[in-house]
């Protein structure tokens, strides 16, 4: 098998991959395609907020518009999709130039697990170790490795239930 090779984010992906809410609707739109009420919607959040990151997104070319379709009551909707795959894109934030864009995964996630409630959790690994640079590098590479397999098959497998998950190795406060 194959895998797909990692490249760099450019400016304008980092830029827009920089916001929990830009990666909330990314995520969404990942499995299906959605209109920005249907978005809104689900987030809990006002249609023209959502509009804006949307914007950003589709700007970035992170997100597409979809073939317009007709809805339920008979009206014309604008449905969105995920573009660029970004799971490909090299660590793109954590460079970031903000505080707020290095943490946008993270606080993401928080807000998918919460909405998603303590029952949804399946597997939880807590651990410190004490690892050189080179240590870390080469665990961070081993996993992804793993995780990069996993993602380029994902497609194979539709059938089955979804789950999301995020690794994050970070240095405590002693």
């Known amino acids: 098998m194959t895998v797909r090779k990692r490249r760099a984010a450019t400016a304008q992906e980092v830029k827009a991959l920089g916001h929990p809410l830009r990666l909330r609707i990314l995520r969404l739109c990942r499995e299906h395609e959605l209109t920005n009420k249907e978005l809104a919607d689900r987030l809990g959040r006002d249609p023209g907020t959502v509009l804006y990151h ?3 997104l589709t700007g970035a070319g992170l997100l597409e518009q979809a073939p317009v379709r007709t809805g339920a009551s ?11 795959d970004t799971w490909w894109l090299d660590g793109p934030l954590v460079d970031a130039d903000t505080e707020e864009a290095r943490s946008a995964p ?23 170790l004490h690892l050189s640079e080179e ?3 080469e665990l961070d590479r081993r996993i992804l490795e793993v995780l990069d397999e996993y993602v380029a098959t994902d ?3 539709t059938d089955r239930p ?13």
């Not at 014309?76 to 999709?81: D, F, G, S, V």
């Not at 993270?106 to 410190?128: I, K, M």
């Open 54 to 56: 949307v914007r950003q």
């Open 155 to 157: 497609e194979q497998r």
């Open 135 to 137: 240590e870390a590098a």
């Open 106 to 128: 993270v606080v993401a996630f928080q807000e998918e697990l919460r909405e998603a409630g303590p029952e949804s959790v399946r597997w939880y690994e807590r651990f410190t």
């Open 162 to 174: 979804l789950y999301s998950g995020i690794f994050l190795l970070h240095e405590p406060v002693d």
């Open 74 to 84: 008979g009206a014309l909707e604008k449905p969105y999709r995920r573009g660029t």
